[in-house]
Structures are given as C-alpha cells and as structure tokens.
C-alpha cells in the first residue's frame, strides 16, 4: 500500500489531519499535471495551474472514497475537466466577453488550442463516450485535461500500455466522428 493510499484510507475512515498530510505528497503531480493542461488552452488562458490543482483538491477531498492512488488521480483529472469547462462556459457568456475573440498573434499554437465551443462539444461527447465506455473516457480525461502520459493513463487506470494506446486511438476517432459529424471511412 502507497503512502497516499495510506492517506487516502485514513481520510475515508474520518481522520481529520489525513487531508493535510495528502496535499503535500500528490501537489507537485497534480501542479505539474495542471501546467501540462493549461499550456494545451488558449493563450488567452486565465486560469492558472496553481488555481486548477486547488479548486481540483477541494472538490476531491469531500466525503468521496478513493480505492487507490490511481483512483485519485482519475478522480483529480475528472475534476480539472469539469473546472475548465466550468472556466470555458463562464467565458462564452456575454457578462465575460462572449461573442468576441481575442486574436494572437502566435499562429502557430492555434490548432492545439481549443475555443470555448469545441471545447464544450469535446465536454458533450465525452459524457456521451463515458456512457458508451467508461474507461476510454477516463483515459481520454486522464490525457486530454490531466496531461498525462499514454504510460502515466494506464498505470491510473490500471490497464496495460498497449490497451490503454489502442483505447486512446479508438476514443480520439470517435470523439472525432461525433465533434464533427464525419462518417467513418
């Protein structure tokens, strides 16, 4: 058993000062994760990394129970997930500048940059994918919003790299097909 499985189990079975002894061991992982996230999003970005893995933390450590280490960090990507998409709808509406765009003139990091609608399509089809399979979803917010690794993915999930890679190319084909609409060739 991990020393944040250890913790993890503590804070389920009510120990007050587990949730403080987390915090340290997971916080570089989930900053660095948080980083590798953001620097994929518009450089129009406001959130910061720092903010992500905090709001992420909060929302984690409530009254869930994690099985293990792995769980937690799934558990931590599916909560960056929500926060950016929570960040993406704030921005779409009028009151933060909605309907108008920020141009920059950095072209070349466009195309990996997702704008506020793709990135809510992206959300819809990914519950659409968690219902059809719950795992490649996860191994999609694992990679997509956690930033993580093919091997990093798998180890969280606890699946074998080649499952995880052949999951990966199957959700990233189909997440297409249904963002666009594009028939399978």
Request: aromatic share 6%; hydrophobic share 45%; no cysteine.
């Amino acid at each position: 058993m991990t020393e944040v499985t250890r913790i993890l189990s503590a804070i389920e079975q009510g120990d007050p000062h587990a949730a403080e002894q987390l915090l340290p061991l997971v916080y570089d992982e989930l900053r660095r994760l948080a980083a590798a996230k953001l620097a994929q999003e518009k450089p129009a970005q406001t959130l910061q990394p720092t903010a992500l893995v905090h709001e992420a933390y909060i929302r984690l450590v409530g009254d869930q129970h994690f099985d293990n280490r792995g769980h937690f960090f799934a558990a931590a990507a599916e909560a960056m997930r929500r926060i950016v998409v929570e960040t993406a709808r704030r921005k779409k509406r009028a009151k933060h500048g909605g309907g108008r765009e920020r141009v920059e003139v950095e072209l070349d990091d466009l195309p990996t940059r997702l704008p506020p609608e793709d990135l809510l399509a992206l959300d819809e089809a990914l519950d659409r994918l968690e219902q059809l399979d719950p795992v490649k979803a996860r191994l999609v917010n694992l990679r997509y919003f956690a930033g993580m690794t093919i091997e990093q993915a798998a180890s969280a999930l606890n699946i074998s790299r080649v499952t995880a890679h052949r999951y990966w190319t199957f959700a990233r084909a189909w997440l297409h097909q249904q963002m666009t609409g594009a028939q399978p060739e």
